[in-house]
T-cell receptor
């Protein structure tokens, strides 16, 4: 199993450009997540999905969009990139289900710089 | 409101000694889970240990143990016999019912192990 894969690993955008961060998992997990991590900070949830066709906002959704057409893929779309979106983006997945145990498996991250 | 608090931004520890990383949390739910993740300089997020709110015993995983004090709402991570490879950022996270079982992360603690 490859686990959670993300592409690209690095990207530099100009202000106002758009891009899509790709995330794929091969563990048949129901739940998928997008986080951003600013320098020296913890992770903040952008969007999450509990299954194909179902997405919901996290703590910091403004400036982003997501879709979940398949169990495996959960792309994150940045529209009109701004310098405030300079961050490291992590995709994660988990089996989900009931109960508080829900180990999340993380991708390697995408380092995005907006200039 | 801040759900996870890590008050130690950085710590130094001598190789082979133990180190305790503090984590306090805030929830009114009786059912919740606490997680610790390690983030080395390479950037990936590595799951270390889990403690459920109903678990009677403190969790242990190799050199990692969790000092769970439910009444104080604290879940401190203890790393025994520190190794140079333990130098990393460590994040405490919580999943509770009121947050739709999403993970909330603390700001992290940087650990530097000295030879």
């Amino acid at each position: 199993n490859a686990g959670v894969t993300q592409t690209p690993k690095f990207r530099i955008l100009k202000i106002g450009q758009s891009m899509t961060l790709q995330c794929t998992q091969d563990m048949n997990h129901n739940y998928m997540y997008w986080y951003r991590q600013d320098p020296g900070m913890g992770l903040k949830l952008i969007y999450y999905s509990v299954g194909a066709g179902i997405t919901d906002k996290g703590e910091v959704p403004n400036g982003y969009n997501v879709s979940r057409s398949t169990t495996e893929d959960f792309p994150l779309r940045l529209e009109l990139a701004a310098p405030s979106q300079t961050s490291v983006y992590f995709c994660a997945s988990s089996y989900g289900g009931g109960g508080p145990y829900n180990e999340q498996f993380f991708g390697p991250g995408t380092r995005l710089t907006v200039l | 409101a801040q759900k996870i608090t890590q008050t130690q931004p950085g710590m130094f520890v001598q190789e082979k000694e133990a180190v305790t990383l503090d984590c306090t949390y805030d929830t009114s739910d009786p059912s919740y889970g606490l997680f610790w993740y390690k983030q080395p300089s390479s950037g990936e997020m590595i799951f270390l240990i889990y403690q459920g709110s109903y678990d009677q015993q403190n969790a242990t995983e190799g050199r990692y143990s969790l000092n769970f004090q439910k009444a104080r709402k604290s879940a401190n991570l203890v790393i025994s016999a520190s190794q140079l490879g333990d130098s990393a950022m460590y994040f405490c996270a919580m999943r509770d019912v009121s947050n739709d079982y999403k993970l909330s992360f603390g700001a992290g603690t940087t650990v530097t192990v000295r030879a």
